[in-house]
C-alpha cells in the first residue's frame, strides 16, 4: 500500500496538492485523461500484448510491498510508480508533459515504519485509481467494499490499460500491487489466462497486529494533515487509516466493529484469506500462495522456485533486501478466532510448498 509521506517527501505546494485534487477526486477528468490517452496511443499501444502478468493480492501488511519490490527490482515488469501521479491513467501523456520538471525524491523509509525506503520511482499500488474511476460507485460502499463482475466494458479498458503502461516503460510483463484486486479474481484470469495472482501470507496474528498498529498511525496522520486521507482515498486504499472499509466477505468484521480490538483485525484476516483459498479450480491453478516467513528465513529456495514458477531465469529475483517483519505482543486475541485463522494459514502454507493447488473435486 502506498503511503501519502510521498507527498510530503515531495515537497508538494498548494498548487500541487490542487492539482492532485482535481487530478484524482474529480471522475470526469479521470475518465478523460485516459480517454485522450487511449486515443493518442493506440497505435504505438497495439504492439505491447500483455504477457504472462502478475497480480501482487492479499491483505496488507503480508509482504506485499516486499514482494512488489523484489519482483519490480529484476527489470522484467513494468508497474506504475509515483512519478506517473498525479494522472495514472495517461501515464505516457504525462511522462511528456512533464519531461521538464524532473522532480526528485531521496529513497527515504515510507510512513509505516518497517524499514522499506520508497521514491518516486518505486512501484506502488496506483492501479486502483482505475478501477475505483470506472466502477466505484459499483463496489465501494459505506459498509465495506464487494465483489462484483466488472462489466465487459470495462475489462476490455483495463487490457488497453495495461498495454498502456507497458508502452510507458518499455515492457510486456505488467506487475499490479493491488489488494482490491481479490473482489474480482474470476474476471483476470478469464481475461488474462496467463496470469498468476500471488498472494502473500503472515502469520494471522502479526498481521492483524500490524494491521493495527498501521491503523492508528495512519489515522493519526490523517487527522494531522487531512491531504492525506483524501489521497489514499483517491487511490483506492481502504484496508486502514481514516477510510478504513473492510472487504465484505464471510467470516469478516462487520463495520461497527471496535477497529481498536484485535479481533476485528483477525476477522479481516479470515475474511480475505478465506476467499482466496476458495475460489473456482480456474482461478486455484493460477494462484501461488508465498508464506513471508519463509521467504525471509529461507530466501534463496523460496526465490528459486518462485522465479521458476513464473518463468523467469533461475537467480533473476534477488532476496539481499529482505528482512523479518517485527513481531508484536498481543494476548487479547478470542482463541476460537485465533485458532480459526491458523488452521487456515496452516493450509494455506502447504498451498505454497507445493506452488499452485487444485481444489476438491477439480
Known sequence: MPSSDIVSQSGYSRTDRLLHRLALGFTPLLDLSFDIERRRFARAAAAYTPTAPVFVIGLARAG?????????????FASLSF??????????SWARLSRGEARSVAATERGHGDGIAHDLDSPEAIEEVFWRAREGSQYRGKAGLKAIAPSTETMAAFGDFMRLVLLRYGRNRYLSKNNNNI???????????????????????QQAASLRAMHRRAS???????FRGHFMTWLGHHEFGADQRPFLFEGGPAPDEDRDGIDY?????????RH?????AAVAKRQIFVDHRALCTTPIPTLARLAERLGMAPGSISGDAL??????????ADPHLLATANRLYRDLSERFLTFGHQPPGA
Open 220 to 226: 493519526a496522520l490523517a487527522a494531522d494533515d487531512p
Open 265 to 273: 483485525w483477525l476477522k479481516c484476516w479470515i475474511g480475505a484469506y
Open 183 to 205: 473482489l474480482r479474481l474470476p474476471y483476470l484470469v478469464a481475461a488474462f489466462p496467463d496470469a498468476t495472482l500471488l498472494h502473500p501470507i503472515r502469520e494471522p496474528l
Open 276 to 280: 482466496l483459498a476458495a475460489q473456482t
Open 64 to 76: 506485499t510491498s516486499m514482494m512488489t519490490r523484489l519482483l519490480h527490482d529484476t527489470g522484467v
Open 83 to 92: 512519478r506517473d501521479m498525479p494522472f495514472p491513467l495517461a501515464p505516457n
Open 323 to 332: 528482512r523479518p517483519s517485527a513481531q508484536h505482543v498481543v494476548h487479547d
